[in-house]
């Protein structure tokens, strides 16, 4: 599962995307597993957390792991908000609005701050 480039960083970056998108998937899921007693989206969040994990993995051969992983879970993070509150009708207020702001700022200052 590993792709080599010269310019792994690239990749890296799709391997992350992937991740989140996975994970973002898995728990959007969670809420529907009725506490893992319905089979089959306790098999999709199963499934997505598995391939959120290993896509992860490969992301961090070439990404500092600190960095991959505020990117990880603040992008996840905000995207679980979003999808709550478009989906799922969950309250959208202007303290989570800017509690979620505050993550990806904080992901956006980690990456500008030079931690590659």
């Known amino acids: ?64 792991v600190g960095v991959a992983y505020a990117m990880w879970s603040g992008l996840g993070t905000a995207a679980i908000v979003a999808i709550g509150a478009a989906f799922l009708g969950e309250p959208l207020s202007l303290v989570k609005v800017l509690g979620v702001g505050l993550v990806v700022a904080g992901v956006v200052i980690l990456n500008l701050g030079g931690a590659h």
Not at 41 to 58: D, E, K
């Open 1 to 64: 599962m590993y792709v080599s480039t010269s310019k792994g960083a690239p990749v890296a970056y799709l391997f992350l995307l992937g991740a989140i998108s996975a994970e973002v998937i898995g728990t959007s899921l969670l809420k529907a597993t009725h506490g893992f007693t319905r089979l089959w989206p306790t098999l999709g969040l199963v499934t997505a957390y598995i391939t959120a994990f290993l896509l992860l993995a490969q992301a961090v051969k070439t990404i500092p």
